[in-house]
């Protein structure tokens, strides 16, 4: 069987398009950045957004795709924010998510799962409709705290992670299923980088 597995990966590798190769290395560059609290992860985000609407839509995975709109909405807002975000618009420093904002993100996640996923259902020939609209709730929660700067982001990312991998895998799109099993690794990084940061004490304000 594994001989198998890497057969076929070697030959889609041959035909994979550039297109998804350069919107992987992307995606992994906005990620890491993002766990180093470096502002540019918000352009290379929308570079890495645009591509991935062509390869999405190829897939079939058209939840994802229209996802991809919203993250590049969300990474112009997340970037002012986080220049600007901050109290007498400094810039954004970590914080925990509010219970507001989580029992906001559940009542949406759950609605748009049932909801969105029912429309693909019926209307269109996506794969995998109700797990592919849970994928991209999660996905909008997550991004919106990350813009947020809440810690809790990178739990969401790790949970949705889990999922995407093997969805992608079996949607043929094996180096991006690959590109997720490294968010994995980033996203828990993430968290203790920002969980880190949060606990550090404040520097001392200079007269």
Request: net charge neutral; hydrophobic share 50%; with cysteine.
């Amino acid at each position: 069987m594994l001989l198998d597995i890497s057969t076929a990966f070697a030959q889609y590798w041959h035909t994979t398009t550039r297109l998804e190769l350069v919107a992987v290395v992307t995606g992994f560059a906005c990620v890491w950045l993002a766990a180093r609290e470096s502002i540019w992860n918000f352009p290379v985000a929308v570079v890495s957004c645009l591509l991935y609407i062509f390869v999405y839509y190829g897939a079939k995975l058209y939840s994802d795709c229209y996802l991809q709109g919203l993250f590049i909405a969300l990474s112009l807002y997340g970037w002012y924010e986080w220049l600007y975000g901050g109290r007498d618009s400094t810039e954004l420093g970590v914080t925990h998510a509010t219970g507001r904002e989580w029992l906001v993100s559940a009542f949406f996640v759950v609605n748009f799962t049932l909801g969105f996923g029912y429309y693909l259902h019926r209307h269109t020939d996506a794969s995998l409709p109700y797990l592919d609209s849970f994928t991209t709730a999660g996905s909008i929660v997550a991004q919106y705290l990350l813009t947020r700067k809440r810690l809790e982001n990178w739990l969401l990312w790790v949970l949705v992670d889990v999922i995407y991998v093997p969805v992608l895998w079996y949607k043929e799109l094996y180096p991006t299923s690959l590109l997720y099993a490294l968010y994995l690794g980033l996203a828990a990084y993430g968290y203790w980088q920002w969980r880190r940061d949060l606990r550090a004490p404040a520097a001392p304000a200079i007269s």
